[in-house]
């Protein structure tokens, strides 16, 4: 018998019931937000489209600046704060960028008499450009390379979602300006290298790179590269996006610089950003029926130990599992013991597996006979026994191989439903099949609101590197010369 | 001859004088916001009262960062994020709270029709105990500790100073609730004990903690604890604040939870935080005539290399500092190698004094031929030779001495600048000699209004740990009897 004796056994089972994920993951639109809120990764906010991130979520955000930190400053780029508010005449300034955002805008009416209204900064292009007026004089000056964590507004219409697509969210946002195209573009394509690695590195999620079409890119963006994963539902999530601004940000805030050439120049500006939207991303790839599955290299706890307790042998358990929760934490492993004597080891299980935590240790008193311990991977189930002078490096590579299978099950289920058509019909047989598929396109706006139309939701995802159209390949949609190869899919 | 030719050293001399400081640190008013801007730690923005914190700020920041999460994480504190918005009425739900902080706060107008107005976080207590109103539900949730950095936006309507008084600026604030009050107050004087080893530690200021008068507490709060620094000019600063904030919060939004005694209770509530002001004291109490003093432990550069280059020599030279600079980053430092040719060494030493870099690597062609390089001081100006085989040793000695004097220079100038008195006439006279001064008080508030009066500004900065108020002493003011010891000063 366990010790504990469970004081109020129903109404215990009661609360296991509702504690626990109460759909699966196939049902994905009512799976999420469960999983969310159950696993204590989010919260809803009095404020509606607003999110709480909690503990268990924000970990793996301060992960994530942890690792792309000294990627940036690598590439010289360094951190700073730009304020919340924008003046509203700082948006009419770079037309489209005032087009594509104004809608979404919250605005602070300014306290001071007779002062234009604040913008609750949607993006920082504006009032990043207006210090650079300051700041650059001469080619001595570039490149200068900018980055800032911070919180934006986006006052959403649409449906919002947990990470996905909330009100608030945080993100990084870089900003750089150049002497010349080459270098910004060069810049613009290394950063979304490094997110894409970023991406599978940390969370364990693949993505295809590639270009937006004009339809789809930044307001006020010569052209926009993005990485795109694939959702278990068929649809796409915009991972992150690399602008390259081109000069038109620089010649409305009059950023102008002294070239070697002893002339005036406009510079070459480039923006880039990822968001709390990789969480779920990170949920929705890896979570399963049972609740979360936290990617080792991001989870706030990479082990929890959870001690079989029978009255007799209970202090020698303890004791050991002490012992290995401290060697642990001494090798820089964030490990948690559940030495809670009024919970079965069974409700600990299911606990520790809604929240994602990668290995579970269990330790009873016939393990410590033998001198060893189970461990048990979250993403499998796959148990081992190790002997305990073994413990710390069977952590290690267990976390290590669970990184690279939950990579490489990703990377299987993203490429088995790639697709290709050559037609109309095709193209929406495959959406049907929820496939990310691959078609001729022409490039016209026009022919992507058809396509989604008749889709039912499809919209251009990316021009993927390294897929030209075919020599005489005609656009799936109105028959013209296609220009490019062109990923559609439905989306987040 | 130098190998530079400068094209037009007029116009280079002209330049030098306005990049350098103009003013002296004795006139303080005037030498601050130049030191700040020319030393690049921030730069006004385009809405009134705001910043923006320039990269050799926010370096300090994130070093703040850096050493504070692992700390708070020994204690059990984890990292969440919570909404910028906040409801209106959750304002009202604590009397004193919205008293204290509606005159500052700014407005969005909600965009859902019919929705009350949204206010921008001047800190977080209600939105935060509205999430705890969910998640606590018996003393097994409890202790239950919460820390986030963020923004936060107060409309000051007094002057305002980059640093020290924006209507935007960064910090961290924890938010934490507990059983039962020891448990709580016990936390309340560790984690200002943690703030003021944070202020010695990494930015060698020294400061004085105690306990704030009831008219200067924080509003909504049972007690606040501070810790006060003195600036160079005899004002006092407060850099932080921890609050034991009762149960007021906790009625206000309905926390409630179920005792171990199985009978309702209601928590205990503390809060705690520290902000990007401490960039502002260290600028103050460190910069000198030349510029910005970075405390070692902060600084963004811990060395700048200025090779002396002359046209022979020269490739010589920039092989050596190349390595120096390569070496020192395997070890961890931040180098940054000035090796342009169209500035001067002297120029070029002007500038980092002016930014403050904490050491400068000086190596010419007769320091290669004895195999050694000068390190300089920021602080004291002092030259040692050192033999290249010795650098790192060097290095790493340099900045411990150099924060140990910073530190020490720094709580010299705060001791020498106490005293104390038991008349109002002493204490008018201490507070013109610019001190912070000591005096027996009955702790009412009438008496702190009077003597802000008598001494044209001096307020109540903290009732000090460990010194009582002698038995018969009488408040400095009134004449009843003291309750208490109570500094007074000017303050930011």
Redo the contacts between chains.
């Keep these: 018998m366990f010790i504990n004796a469970i004081p109020d056994a129903s109404a215990m089972e009661k609360k296991e019931k509702t504690l626990g994920i109460t759909v699966k993951k196939e049902n994905l639109a009512e799976w999420y937000p469960e999983i969310v809120v159950k696993a204590e990764m989010a919260?809803y906010?009095?404020?509606?489209g607003?999110?709480?991130?909690?503990?268990n979520a924000?970990?793996i955000?301060?992960k994530i600046q942890d690792y792309f930190?000294p990627v940036i400053k690598k590439h010289g780029v360094?951190?700073?704060?730009?304020?919340?508010?924008?003046?509203e005449s700082?948006f009419h300034k770079e037309a489209k960028h005032a087009e594509g955002f104004s809608p979404e805008v919250?605005?602070?009416?300014n306290?001071?008499e007779g002062?234009e209204r604040?913008a609750?900064r949607p993006t920082s292009e504006t009032?990043i450009a207006?210090?650079f007026a300051?700041w650059v004089r001469s080619w001595?000056d570039l490149p200068l390379k900018?980055n800032q964590w911070?919180?934006v507004?986006r006052?959403e219409t649409n449906q919002t979602r947990l990470f996905l697509r909330t009100r608030?969210f945080?993100w990084q946002e870089g900003h750089c300006v150049y002497e010349n195209e080459a270098d910004c573009e060069k810049d613009v394509l290394l950063i979304l290298d490094e997110y894409a690695k970023l991406a599978e590195d940390l969370l364990a999620i693949p993505s295809i790179k590639g270009v937006k079409t004009d339809k789809e890119k930044f307001a006020g963006a010569k052209r926009t590269y993005t990485f795109e994963s694939l959702m278990p539902d068929g649809r796409a999530l915009q991972m992150g996006t690399s602008h390259n601004l081109g000069q038109g940000f620089m010649e409305a805030f009059g950023v102008k610089f002294l070239g070697k050439d002893e002339k005036e120049h406009v510079p070459w500006y480039n923006s880039w950003g990822i968001t709390t939207r990789l969480i779920g991303a990170a949920i929705m790839t890896h979570g399963d029926d049972k609740g979360m599955v936290m990617p080792p290299r991001v989870a706030p706890l990479q082990a929890v130990i959870v001690p079989i307790l029978f009255e007799d042998s209970k202090q020698k358990v303890l004791d050991t599992v002490r012992n290995i929760k401290h060697d642990l934490e001494a090798h820089h492993y964030d490990v948690h013991l559940d030495d809670?004597e009024e919970y079965s080891p069974g409700w600990k299980f299911n606990e520790w597996e809604l929240k994602g935590v990668p290995l579970r240790i269990e330790l009873g008193p016939k393990d410590l006979e033998k001198h060893q311990c189970v461990i048990v991977r979250r993403d499998t189930g796959k148990k081992q026994f190790i002997n305990l002078a073994n413990l710390k490096d069977a952590i290690k590579t267990s976390l290590e191989e669970m990184h690279n299978d939950m990579l490489a099950k990703a990377r299987k289920f993203l490429e088995s439903n790639l697709a290709e058509a050559r037609t109309m019909d095709d193209l929406a047989a495959r959406i049907k099949q929820k496939k990310m598929v691959l078609v001729p396109f022409c490039g016209e706006a026009g022919c992507e609101d058809y396509i989604k139309e008749r889709t039912e939701g499809a919209v251009s995802r990316c021009i993927p590197f390294g897929k030209k159209a075919e020599k005489g390949a005609k656009c799936v949609q109105c028959g013209k010369d296609a220009t490019a190869m062109a990923y559609f899919a439905k989306a987040y």
């Excluded at 906010?45 to 509606?48: D, G, N, R, Y």
């Excluded at 607003?50 to 503990?55: A, D, G, L, T, W």
């Excluded at 951190?79 to 003046?87: I, K, M, Q």
């Excluded at 919250?106 to 009416?109: R, S």
């Design positions: 919260d906010s009095p404020v509606k607003c999110m709480i991130v909690r503990p924000y970990a955000w301060q930190n360094k951190n700073a704060y730009f304020p919340l508010f924008v003046p700082f919250a605005w602070v009416g306290k001071d002062e604040l609750v009032i207006d210090s300051k001595r900018i911070a919180n507004v006052w608030e945080l809670r």
